[in-house]
């Protein structure tokens, strides 16, 4: 037998074993347990946490707002994003004022009385039952946020240590001249203040259960501090003060004491100015500007 029938012979041999097949060339896989398969988004299982939210969190979901969205042009990422300027602009509340200055503005600009609470978070059992039996409620915190404006003036800065760094040297500096001022000798203690900043009234210690009895003197003062305010308020309007709203409707106390082709400069009650434009007021602030204005000839 020659060279090149054997070589024949092989290749037909292996033809017809399929080993140089195309169609058989595909490694066949085995088939994939049901088990095993991934479920559609239609047969997906959803498993429930039994967990609870930190009640910051729960708070904060709570105050969600669908307008506090801002939404932009996915096919014009950097074109026009007022909105979101707006609302980057737009001040921040805190729910517990940081400082005495920003708790008195506040209070006076917008009306209210202000509540100032001293206490030992860390080292004072009654002022964690006064937080978890009222001050730290949610029913609390929706009343006080139309009503009062909030500081509180936490002692457990004055906690001794070896080694203070600056910002803790600041803080407890901060408390003892709150302390001082307030002539406050122990915690907690509330005090309230009318939207003028005269003192209403002083509530120290606190006696567990007692925190429907407390919100109810709360209330009252209030309503004290509120009649003050607009007796208050009629003498300034008398100088020429009036309540002033943004689109936003947020306000402040202030007197018009300058305008110039829609920029207005006012100046409130404790001496701070301020400017803005006729266009970000109220309609019923414009309107006011607009009447004014005719009555001096001013286009």
């Known amino acids: 037998m020659t060279k090149w029938t054997s070589f024949c012979i092989l290749i037909a041999m292996l033809t017809s074993c399929g080993l140089l097949s195309r169609q058989n060339s595909a490694v066949q896989l085995p088939e994939f347990p049901d088990e095993l ?13 039994e967990g609870t939210l930190a009640p910051e969190i729960r708070v904060a979901l709570d105050e969600f707002k669908q307008k506090d969205l801002a939404w932009t042009d996915p096919d014009n990422l950097f074109g026009d994003v ?3 300027k707006k609302r980057i602009d737009a001040p921040k509340r805190e729910i517990w004022q940081k400082t005495e200055a920003a708790a008195l503005k506040s209070a006076m600009r917008e009306g209210k009385c202000l ?5 030992d978070s860390k080292r004072s059992p009654l002022c964690k039952t006064l937080s978890n039996e009222l001050l730290g409620k949610n029913d609390f915190g929706e ?7 909030r500081f509180r003036v936490d002692q457990s800065a004055l906690a001794s240590t070896d080694l203070k760094m600056d910002a803790e040297v600041a803080a407890a500096s901060h ?8 002539k406050v000798k122990g915690s907690p203690t ?3 203040l009318s939207p003028r900043g005269n003192q209403i009234a002083r509530y120290r210690g606190y006696k567990p259960g007692t925190s429907a009895t407390l919100w109810g003197q709360l209330k009252y003062s209030v309503g004290i501090g509120n009649n003050e305010y607009q007796d208050w308020l009629k003498s300034l309007q008398k100088q020429g003060y009036r309540i002033w709203k943004d689109q936003n409707n947020r306000q ?7 305008y110039d082709k829609g920029e207005l400069s006012l100046i409130e009650p404790d001496g701070g100015q301020l400017q803005t434009k006729e266009k970000s007021l109220s309609a019923e602030d414009r309107g006011w500007v607009a009447a004014e204005k005719k009555k001096r000839g001013i286009e």
């Not at 509540?115 to 206490?119: D, G, H, L, P």
């Not at 009343?143 to 404006?149: K, L, R, Y």
């Not at 408390?175 to 307030?182: G, I, T, W």
């Not at 402040?252 to 300058?258: S, V």
């Open 175 to 182: 408390v003892l001249a709150m302390k001082s001022k307030y």
């Open 37 to 49: 398969k991934p479920k559609s988004a239609s047969n997906a299982t959803v498993i429930e946490g």
């Open 143 to 149: 009343w006080a946020n139309q009503n009062v404006i």
């Open 190 to 192: 509330i005090l309230l």
């Open 252 to 258: 402040i106390l202030a007197k018009l004491i300058k």
């Open 115 to 119: 509540m100032i609470w001293f206490t």
């Open 82 to 84: 007022s909105n979101v």
